[in-house]
């Protein structure tokens, strides 16, 4: 009889199985967005809240210049690859002229009640090729019945009506905020729900996944994307991609343990850093001075997008329904500046050596580390677990930042890695830190080396990386 124990063979010329938690097609979609911007627009602008109580009166929301292309051209301008939009916020006001409220646009005086914010936004954005998201609030400080099962029909029946109306979506935003008391129809009490079990949120995933399928999910049980714990715009480091379900069953996710998720956790759940370019969500004249500067964005990209998370940044409409000047001129800058320092990869010239290549073949050799491609990798042999790539430059050059990035339908599969400059014979570590994952950047003071070290260490995998590039930035936000 044939031995039928063959399962050890190990073809080395087959790329190597995913390991641990793999990305979905539509998480891995997202993960290359990698900045996208919030859109935080409703009666708040007018009364300078940042969360209203719920009795506001429509009459109050009326933007006197309101553009939707002037919001899509501020957001396209800065680089951000979609807009989500806050349809309904927490104080109940719809956005969008809902057949399930008249507490809408439609007993707005904009555009004499015959507007659609929504509509418009949605529009925009596909006319400058962004993509565009939805963000409905579950807590709703109006509506007569939060609290009670008949709210659920309702706010099932609004998701629909945004899932189906206004085009193809690239993220559902779900909140987990409640504060407990609102106007609830007048009733002007506190009503707790347990946000785990209230919702019944495997019915809104199911909702979500049958009318908008390519939609990631950002919130709570089954969603495809984590928050990061935070809403200052900083991923933890590391930033693992993965967390442990039975943790978020048993509502264990605090926000140190979202910041960093989890090695192995057995679920793929990316981080999302929100963040606003103001102190608050909503726009409020007294914080036109404290917009965020060009420097302080870029520092928030390498801490968000930098350690592998998402960068969603709020830009408020004013009280016009425009972005104010200030934070579209920030924006811009920023985006100028992210461009600059990535503008030419020096790692391109370089010949790339590694200690291993699996199974010597071409498809996973180390030149495919450096070639600018993320569709390409450089993976080692199966058995190994450490393994050294090397970037010999042609002759010195000087850079002060590295990108690097692991081939995500893999699975995250670096648990540790280490970076070095080599000149004249000898090594110095520039870094050395333990995620890489969809994107990993390091910034420093200026190095001259004719050579880049980077050691990758998988646990309990063959390392795989996708990209190694290397930058001289002149303005990087620390200096
Ligand atoms: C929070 C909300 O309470 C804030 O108002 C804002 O919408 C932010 C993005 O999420 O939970």
Same mark, same amino acid.
């Given at each position: ?55 506001? *009166? ?156 390519? *939609? ?111 934070? *579209? ?36 050799? *180390? ?113």
């Amino acid at each position: 009889m044939p031995a039928k124990n063959n399962a050890q063979i190990v073809d080395n010329t087959a790329p190597p199985a995913p390991c641990g938690a793999a990305p979905s097609a539509r998480q891995l979609a997202w993960h290359r967005l990698e900045t996208y911007g919030f859109v935080h627009f409703t009666v708040n602008t007018f009364t300078g809240k940042e969360w209203g109580y719920g009795d506001e *009166a429509p009459a109050l929301f009326n933007p006197t210049e309101f553009d939707a292309g002037q919001i899509a051209e501020t957001a396209a301008a800065g680089g951000l690859a979609g807009l989500i939009l806050t349809c309904k916020h927490h104080d109940g006001f719809c956005l969008w002229p809902s057949r399930y409220t008249g507490h809408s646009v439609k007993h707005s005086p904009w555009r004499n009640g015959r507007g659609d914010v929504v509509r418009e936004i949605s529009d925009a954005c596909r006319n400058r090729g962004l993509k565009f998201g939805v963000y409905l609030s579950p807590w709703d400080r109006n509506h007569p019945e939060y609290g009670r099962p008949a709210y659920l029909a309702y706010y099932q029946n609004q998701l629909r009506e945004l899932l189906t109306e206004y085009g193809e979506l690239f993220e559902v935003w779900f909140d987990g905020a409640n504060g407990g008391d609102g106007y609830y129809g007048g009733a002007r009490e506190r009503r707790a729900i347990d946000h785990l079990t209230y919702y019944r949120w495997p019915e809104i995933v199911a909702l979500v996944r049958e009318l908008q399928p390519q *939609a990631c999910i950002f919130g709570e049980a089954g969603a495809d994307i984590r928050w990061v714990g935070n809403e200052m715009g900083h991923a933890g480091d590391p930033c693992w991609h993965t967390i442990d379900g039975s943790r978020r069953q048993r509502n264990l996710l605090g926000w140190r343990y979202l910041e960093q998720g989890e090695w192995r956790g057995n679920i793929w759940q990316p981080a999302e850093c929100d963040v606003s370019i103001r102190p608050g969500w909503f726009y409020h004249a007294a914080e036109d001075e404290r917009v965020r500067t060009p420097h302080n964005l870029l520092a928030l990209y390498f801490h968000s997008v930098g350690r592998g998370a998402a960068l969603n940044l709020n830009l408020p409409p004013d009280r016009r329904g425009l972005i104010h000047a200030r934070d *579209a001129a920030a924006l811009r800058e920023f985006r100028r500046l992210l461009d600059a320092i990535f503008a030419r990869d020096l790692a391109r010239a370089a010949r790339v050596e590694a200690d291993n290549t699996r199974g010597n073949h071409p498809a996973f050799q *180390a030149a495919h580390a450096a070639d600018g491609r993320a569709d390409t990798y450089w993976c080692a042999d199966d058995h190994v677990r450490q393994a050294n790539l090397t970037l010999v430059f042609p002759r010195p050059v000087e850079f002060n930042a590295i990108s690097l990035r692991e081939y995500l339908p893999l699975g995250q599969r670096i648990a540790g890695f280490a970076v070095s400059a080599g000149a004249r014979g000898g090594w110095r570590e520039l870094a050395a830190g333990l995620s890489i994952g969809h994107r990993r950047l390091l910034a420093g003071e200026t190095i001259r080396a004719d050579r880049l070290r980077v050691e990758l260490r998988g646990d309990d995998a063959c390392p795989a990386l996708a990209e190694i590039a290397v930058f001289k930035g002149a303005d990087l936000p620390w200096r």
